[in-house]
């Protein structure tokens, strides 16, 4: 079982940036893909950025041009960067490793 600790949520207004993390800790047994998926209030838990063991990159729809994701496999640890936020944004971000394992979550409101 791999521990997934998420940070860097917060309150910013329209237009504004947050860097979340993600640090995976506990048994690992491969460098496996690791995603980024959201949940707003009433709605479904959808990916809105994937990661691959090779570093290959996925987006929805609506995050691309605006967030980047990355990791640093020495650290065990991925990073969203979401840049010219929207309210349209706001929601529970989770980490996911390997299709399998889940954070708990970090809140991102975006104002305005």
């Known amino acids: 079982q791999v521990q997934l600790v998420e940070s860097g949520g917060g309150l910013v207004q329209t237009g504004g940036s947050l860097r979340l993390s993600c640090v995976a800790s506990?048994?690992?047994?491969?460098?496996?893909?690791m995603a980024w998926y959201r949940q707003a209030p009433g709605k479904q838990r959808d990916l809105v950025a994937r990661?691959?063991?090779?570093?290959?990159?996925n987006y929805a729809d609506s995050v691309k041009g605006r967030f980047t994701i990355s990791r640093d496999n020495a650290k065990k640890t991925v990073y969203l960067q979401m840049n010219s936020l929207k309210p349209e944004d706001t929601g529970v971000y989770y980490c996911?490793?390997?299709?399998?394992?889940w954070g708990q979550g970090t809140q991102v409101t975006v104002s305005s």
């Open positions: 996911n490793y390997a299709y399998r394992d």
């Open positions: 506990g048994r690992t047994f491969s460098i496996d893909a």
């Open positions: 990661i691959s063991s090779g570093g290959t990159t």
